[in-house]
């Protein structure tokens, strides 16, 4: 059996990706051929249940700060006492901590997966994970955008040892189709809104990232051609006041709709009309690809990414662009042919080139070949 260890940051749901691609790898790898500790930094994870509910052992380090040795202390103790045979961290700053700790621990294997582009880190944050990339075995890009994002700099300082991988990111296709037939109830229960009215819909964390500025200032030329459509964001984070007042200029706040926090987004997705993303940049992107199972017409931002993983089965914009999401938008709701149309093309790139189960089996074959060398 193949002892795996795995570091994070938080083990929040609301954080989104790389927590829900943990928590998709580790319910789907054999348990028979694999033992599996998740350890998380920051508080208070509220993903923990879900992992000891499919047989995880998860520990919380309480660390109060990037800095705090007291923590990182008590993740070098656990990693002596269990001695796994493979660390695998979620970067930038869990990575700082689990390479360098593994290292002390005598770990024989390490795995970097980095979930960003890292033009877009923080300088320091950039700096302690280039300078310790090279303690890695294998570094894992969740996405072809995110391995060619790799700095000079850092590819100058990896040893021939370091293979680099690209293992893309999947989603359970089946899980979210089990949510769908409850999708009218939810809507009707959870929103001011009708599954009859046109739904313009978006989900994520609420940051300067994902460019909801932009969609929510393309609201009014959307409802100057398409007046019952309404907007529908749905998720929870640090700039939600400031959107909030945003769509209260817009002067159409009573047809746009901030849901906060939702445990299970999946069943509101068959409700959207068109689901668009406007982020500004992005290391993967799993709600554009959640859309695309539901059949959603997907409008998002011409971004490398988002190129990588939507293509042609999808309407791609440029980024902080209302006008540009405003005509992409209302395009597709004047068209129901297309959106039927896209939205079948979405569902097969989806679940034929995003499957959490070639996702797993590309880890799982990771980690056999490192035991194996």
């Known amino acids: 059996m193949i002892s795996v260890s795995y570091l994070i940051g938080n083990l929040d749901k609301e954080h989104g990706g790389a927590q829900q691609l943990l928590y998709d790898i580790c319910s789907n790898l054999p348990q028979d051929d694999f033992d599996l500790t998740v350890y998380h930094m920051f508080g208070p994870g509220t993903f923990a249940s879900d992992f000891r509910k499919q047989g995880v052992s998860v520990t919380h380090l309480e660390a109060t700060s990037n800095y705090d040795l007291s923590a990182y202390w008590r993740l070098i103790k656990h990693l002596l006492e ?8 979620n970067s930038p700053i869990s990575g700082v901590w689990g390479r360098t700790a593994g290292k002390i621990a005598s770990i024989p294997h390490l795995v970097s997966v ?21 303690l890695s075995d294998v570094i894992v890009g969740v996405s072809e955008t995110v391995s060619a994002s790799y700095l000079p700099w850092e590819r100058r300082l990896l040893p021939d040892s370091t ?24 809507l009707n229960q959870s929103t001011p809104f009708s599954p009859d009215d046109p739904i313009i819909g978006t989900v994520g964390r609420l940051t300067d990232q994902k460019g909801y500025k ?8 959307i409802k100057s051609r398409h007046p019952d459509a309404k907007l529908l964001i749905i998720g929870d ?55 695309m199972v539901a059949k959603r017409p997907v409008v998002a931002t011409d971004i490398e990414i988002f190129n990588e993983v939507i293509d042609d089965a999808g309407i791609l914009v ?48 990771l980690y056999r070949c490192l035991i194996n060398e």
């Open 163 to 186: 293979d680099q991988t690209t293992i893309q990111n999947g989603v359970n296709s089946e899980q979210i189709k089990k949510s769908f037939d409850t999708s009218k109830r939810v």
């Open 214 to 221: 932009y969609l929510i200032e393309s609201y009014p030329l």
């Open 114 to 134: 980095e979930h960003n582009v890292h033009t877009e880190y923080e300088k320091l944050a950039r700096l302690s994970n280039g300078i310790t990339l090279p």
């Open 237 to 291: 984070g640090p700039k939600r006041a400031q959107l909030e007042s945003v769509a209260r200029e817009t002067q159409f706040i009573d047809d746009i709709y901030f849901t906060g926090y939702v445990p299970d987004v999946y069943p509101f997705l068959p409700n959207f009309d068109v689901a668009v993303f406007p982020s500004l940049w992005e290391g993967f992107g799993l709600t554009p690809i959640e859309s």
């Open 82 to 89: 269990d001695n796994p045979d493979i660390v695998h961290t």
């Open 318 to 365: 440029e980024p902080k662009n209302p006008s540009a999401l405003a005509d992409a938008v209302s395009s597709l709701l004047d068209d129901h042919d297309r959106r039927a149309g896209l939205g079948e093309k979405g569902h097969d790139r989806a679940v034929n080139q995003f499957s959490i189960e070639r996702t797993v089996a590309e880890y799982a074959e």
